[in-house]
Every structure is written in C-alpha cells, then in structure tokens.
C-alpha cells in the first residue's frame, strides 16, 4: 500500500531548507580552511540525507541534485582535486536550485526544476576538469527574472511567505495554559462574588434584622474591595495571555542570518572580491510579517557593502588595509525593539559624488544643495533611482538601491541612521520593533482629536513658550540642544486650524531629519495593540494603524515618515546661513575698579549678555591682565589706588595692539572738564553711575564692537 506523503511534504521542505543552510555553512568554513576533513564529511552526511529523503518522497530532481554535488565531494574528500571557488560557487547555486524545487513542491506539489545544465558540469568537475557555472548561472537569472516577473521571491530561498506552520516548545505551550488557568481562576472568584452580592440582595429584600447600616457598608466595602482586586488581576492576566499568544506568531531573527552568509559569499566571489563577514548568533524573535520585509532589507544592505563599499584587494592592500574585507552584522534588543547594525570596512560614502549626482538630478535645488553638510545629503541616498556608481555589475544593475530599503523599513514602522567615513566603512543602524501587533507611543490632543505618535519615531518632549519661537522667511523654528529645527502644528497638518492653546512640542526623526510638532495636550505613554485601518481610512498616507484607549475609542496611529515626507520642511541650508548670521563672537571684557562690590555687579552683567570677563583691581593689574591675554574692551574707574583711570587709557594707546580697543569709562562723579581729558585720551565712552544703568552699559560695548543691539 502506498503511503500518503502530503502528510510528511512541510517537515521534508523544512528539513531540507535546513539541510542546505548547514551545506551553506560548511562551505563557508571551507574556504578559509580547505582541508577541514569533519567539515567535509559534514557536508557528504547533509547530501546523502538530502538524495535519501527526496528519493523516498518521489522528487528525481531534488535527488539528482544531492547526488550529482555529492560525488563532487567525494572527489574533494579522495584528493583528487581541492576545493576552489567554481566549487564554492556550484555548491551555493546548487542550494539555490533545491529551493526553488522546494518552491514549487510547497505550490502545486511537484519538484519541477531543469536540471540538466548542472548534471553535465557535476560530471566535469566530478572528473576534476575544468568547467565553469556560467550556463547554470544564465539558466538561473533567467528563472530569476520570471520569478520577479509574476511575484515570486527572487533569490527562491526558504521564502518566509511559505511558512505555514511553525515549531511551539512545550514551554511556551504551558506559558499560555498557564495563563488560561489564571483567567479561569479569575472567572470563578468574580462569579463567586456575584452569588454574594445576590444573597446580600436578597437578605435586604427580606428584612433580615441582622442587616442594620454598619452591616451593610461593611458587606459592601468587602465585596467591592474583592471585585476590584480581582479585576485588576484579570486584566493582567488578559494582557499576558494576549502577548503569549500574540508570540506565537513570532520566529528567529536567525533564520535571515544563514541564507545572509551564503549572499557575502557568493556576491563577493562574482565580483572577484574577498570579503569575510562576523554575524554572531542571537536569540531575538521578531514577528513574522517583520522578518519578510527585513529579509529584503538585509539582502540589500549586504549586497550593497559589496557592490559599492568593500574594495577590491589590490585597492585595499595601497591603502594599507587588510584585503580581505570585512562585513558585519550585529543584533542587540533594546526593550521592544531590536537593533540590527549591518557594517563594512570599505571606502565609505563619497559625499562629493553624492553631492555632484544630487545636482545633477535636481538643478533647481543646485544652490542649496552645495551648502549643504553631509547629514543632509544622506536623504538623496534613499530615493528611487539615485546611485553614484557610473559602471553597471552584476548587483548595481539588479535594483539594489536604498530607496527598497527606506521603503521596507517604513513598512514595519523601523527607523534607519547611516554613519560613514571616507576610506573607514559605512554602517546602517536599523531600529525595529519586535512586532507590529503591539505598539508604544503618546497620546497627544490637536484640538479636540485625540492621535498616538510612536515612541520609536520621539527623540524629545517639551513645554515650550512663545519666545523660543523664531521666525525665518515662511517658516517657524524652535531651537533645541543648539539645533534649529523646523515647527509644526499638529492641528494643521491634520487639516485644521492652528490652535493658539498648544503649548508642547514633540520632536519627532527619521533619516537623519528633525521636525517640531507643537500639539494641545500630552496625555500619557502607553503600549496597545494595533488594529489595521478601515476600509475607508486606508487611503490616508498619515495614518498607519488605529488603537482603542481605555474607553474603547479608536485612536489613529500618525505615520510619521508619510508626514514628513509631505511637508516641506525648511532646506537645512536656510537654517545653516540663519545660525552662521546669528553666531555671535564670544567677547573678552575687562573689568577695572578697585571696588570689589562694582566689580562683581559689572562682571555678572557682562557674562548675562554673553561676554567672557576678567577683572583688575587698579590699572596696574590690568596692564598685567592685558599683556597676559587679549582683551576686546575695557570698562574702568577713574580713581584707583597705584593707577589711576587716567593713566591706565594712556598706557593703553601707547600698546600698539590696543591702539584702538574700545575703552569706557564708569565714574562716580561726573566733570565735564574730566570727560573731556578723558576723551582726549581715547575713551570711547562715559557713564556716570549715577545715571547707570544694565542696558546702557551693554548697549555701549555692543555699539563699540560694531555688534547689532
């Protein structure tokens, strides 16, 4: 009797998807340790379990595959030939053909894939003569362009679509039970409590003389005291039931990493380039949905470090460097979320070339474009159809830009930053959260609509007033940490009218841009899950999900990405020539009085207005002061023991330095006779401290040092 293999079909593809991440692996390993015998035996046991189970499941091509690599390293194993890279690169599109054959098993049950063009280059290379991967690789792009063409993933990997069952450990299973029995628990209390209350009920329907006032309140305050501890438990046992099962649907970031590693190989060796990568391990666990859009994420960074970041070897060795270069992938979880840093050692974003692209696209915006710096030239990177490489290769002519990757990342609410040094490497730092069933964020207010902004998009919160405000040309401003930043209003963004209430800015980033968005009311953080839009909201870019708050209203979720995209924020370098115009020089006053009293009064004005300040107890000090460090004004007295004011200005004029320093005088008495010498002598300036005053003071060395008052 025949047995019925479509039970078995889904294990056979799992274990075979992992049967050829090992194969993968070894590979790998084997490059950079060609006689490692456990390695090939290793790779011999993958094979031969691989051609075993396909011919017992009924699948010829998937076993001729198996067998026809295997008697290639059975060859590797006998010394007959080494291991070399058309061996590596054969081993690696050999793995990608039994997936494509898995592929087509999960879809309509056959493994029908042509095989024939690898069968005659096994026998070649199974015989240790030369041959080369050509013809399988132009058969394999052309099923590649087919496969994109009607949908299909185009690398045929264990496609993260496919997967319709997943592993549960007996853990995780009794986590939940667990929790079920804490609910049911919860259930029969509540309705135990009902029973009282109905008894209590019916006891005061009777007219129990035992039910006096003090009875009641005292029943009832038990009763309430009960139901109340109990609700709260059995919301937190909801909320920990839901996240469990909520889990189930989450699977090992892992599983993007084995497939990753082949890529590096693979990519590198096309390209003639020697490239090793550190991708350790990690136990994260990310929603499945997420894991779909991040593969193609990690595809393309990787293939991008490759293509236009590593050098190549001889490039490498005249810049000192090691040639082999080196891409990285690391991963660390930070509470919700999982921070994924993908790495190279190349040569770095050419800024220059950047800039001379982004002109060339765009020579309306040439001008602005040439001032500015090169955070706010990262933005260019990211659109459709940028690219400052001249020459097509076999990636850059593959679509690998980063806009794909913006694209993505908007998708599963990640954020991107890009770090970059010439001649050093690049690095993309990408934030993600570990599902997209819950979200953190604020609830704010913008007029009576209430809005959750996620927390992941939040770099600042806070209360502002009407003076930190800054006008430019059509556009508002806040400063922030010494930034400008571009403001806006939460209520107009919407849609509505700018309310004149709103008195809290949330400062909100993505891809390196900052934007100020003023807003009626902070309410609280908090972390809900998220429904998708309805039908009739989904064509609002804005909004990328609704929540319920905790009286059951739906709340829409911004879109911050979409938001800023739409609005046209001020050009960096508007804000870049706004600072340069209003950077002020730091000034050196020099304070000259023998009262200590005066001295510290005049000191404390100046450092309020911005200006550094020394001080001198008579004119002598100050000459020590002055040939010590220069001083861009001078503020003295007219009567002071050893040196008089007088004095003091003529050995000033006498330094040729100070032939022209603003000096002022501050003097109790007034004479017009003494103003007179004193102007004579070169004072600028005469205040009598009757008459003084902290503006006259300031406005008097701000005239003097041509600064705008």
């Known amino acids: 009797m025949q047995f019925d293999k479509s039970v078995l079909v889904e294990g056979f593809i799992a274990e075979t998807n992992e049967h050829i991440d090992t194969i993968n692996d070894c590979v790998i390993s084997l490059r950079n340790d060609a006689g490692n015998s456990d390695m090939i035996a290793s790779v011999l ?346 020459e097509t290769t076999a990636l850059s002519g593959r679509g690998v830009g980063l806009d794909i990757v913006r694209t993505s990342m908007e998708k599963i609410k990640g954020k991107i930053r890009l770090r970059s040094k010439l001649h050093e490497g690049t690095e993309f730092e990408l934030t993600i959260p570990l599902s997209l069933a819950t979200q953190q964020g604020l609830f704010v207010y913008a007029g009576e609509r209430k809005f959750l902004i996620p927390s992941h998009y939040i770099t600042e919160i806070t209360a502002v007033s009407a003076e930190r405000f800054i006008d430019m040309q059509n556009q508002t401003v806040i400063t922030v940490h010494d930034q400008l930043i571009p403001v806006y209003y939460l209520s107009s963004i919407l849609g509505g009218a700018k309310t004149e209430t709103a008195s809290s800015v949330i400062v909100v980033e993505y891809l390196e841009k900052q934007l100020a968005v003023v807003v009626d009311r902070i309410e609280q953080y908090v972390n809900v899950v998220v429904k998708p839009l309805p039908p009739l909201m989904r064509d609002f870019g804005a909004l990328e999900g609704i929540v319920f708050d905790e009286n059951y209203a739906i709340i829409p979720i911004l879109h911050i990405p979409e938001i800023m995209s739409r609005l046209r924020t001020l050009p960096a370098y508007d804000i870049k020539k706004y600072e340069a115009k209003n950077e002020r020089r730091i000034y050196t006053v020099l304070v000259v009085d023998d009262s200590n009293t005066t001295r510290q009064i005049e000191k404390t004005i100046f450092e309020a207005s911005g200006y550094q300040v020394e001080t001198a107890v008579d004119g002598i000090d100050a000459l020590d002061k002055m040939r010590a460090r220069h001083m861009d004004a001078v503020v003295t007295d007219i009567k002071m023991p050893r040196m008089d004011g007088l004095v003091l200005v003529n050995n000033i004029r006498r330094l040729e330095e100070y032939a022209d320093t603003p000096v002022i005088i501050v003097s109790a008495v007034y004479d017009p006779e003494v103003k007179a010498q004193f102007m004579d002598a070169g004072v600028q300036a005469f205040i009598v401290k009757s008459d003084f005053q902290r503006g006259n003071l300031v406005q008097a060395v701000k005239e003097l040092l041509g600064e705008e008052y």
């Open 45 to 390: 046991r993958e094979l031969h379990t691989v051609k075993g189970t396909s011919r017992m499941m009924g699948y010829p091509s998937l076993e001729q595959l198996a067998h026809g690599l295997e008697d290639v390293f059975k060859g590797i194993q006998q010394g007959k030939y080494k291991l070399n890279d058309q061996i590596v690169q054969l081993s690696f599109l050999t793995g990608d053909c039994v997936r494509r054959g898995l592929s087509h098993i999960h879809e309509d049950g056959t493994d029908d894939v042509d095989v024939s063009a690898f069968l005659k280059v096994f026998a070649k290379a199974a015989a240790g003569e030369l041959f080369s991967t050509d013809m399988i690789e132009d058969r394999n792009n052309q099923e590649t362009a087919a496969g994109e063409s009607s949908g299909e993933n185009e690398t045929d990997t264990r496609s993260l679509g496919n997967i319709t069952t997943i592993r549960v450990s007996i853990e995780r299973i009794n986590m939940i039970i667990q929790s079920f029995d804490n609910l049911i628990t919860r259930q029969f209390r509540l309705k135990h409590q009902l029973e009282e209350l109905k008894l209590f009920e019916q006891s005061l329907g009777s007219g129990d003389k035992n039910t006096g006032v003090v009875g009641i309140k005292h029943s009832v305050r038990r009763i309430r005291k009960q139901i109340e501890e109990d609700l709260s438990l059995m919301e937190n046992s909801v909320l920990n039931t839901q996240h469990l099962v909520l889990d189930l649907r989450m699977l090992p970031l892992d599983m993007l990493f084995s497939p990753l590693k082949k890529t590096i190989e693979s990519e590198a060796l096309a390209l003639g380039k020697d490239v090793t990568f550190d991708i350790p391990q990690t136990d994260s666990m990310l929603d499945k949905i997420i894991l779909e859009q991040l593969n193609d994420v990690l595809l393309h960074l990787v293939r991008n470090s490759i293509d236009h970041g590593i050098e190549s070897p001889e490039e490498r060795r005249a810049l000192g460097k090691n040639p082999q270069g080196l891409i990285s992938v690391h991963t660390r979880q930070i509470a919700s979320y999982v921070v994924i840093t993908v790495a190279d050692d190349g040569n770095g974003i050419r800024y220059d070339k950047v800039r001379d692209k982004a002109e060339g696209m765009f020579p309306e915006q040439a001008k602005a474009i040439a001032e500015m710096d090169e955070r706010g030239l990262q933005q260019y990177l990211f659109l459709s159809g940028f690219s400052t490489r001249e």
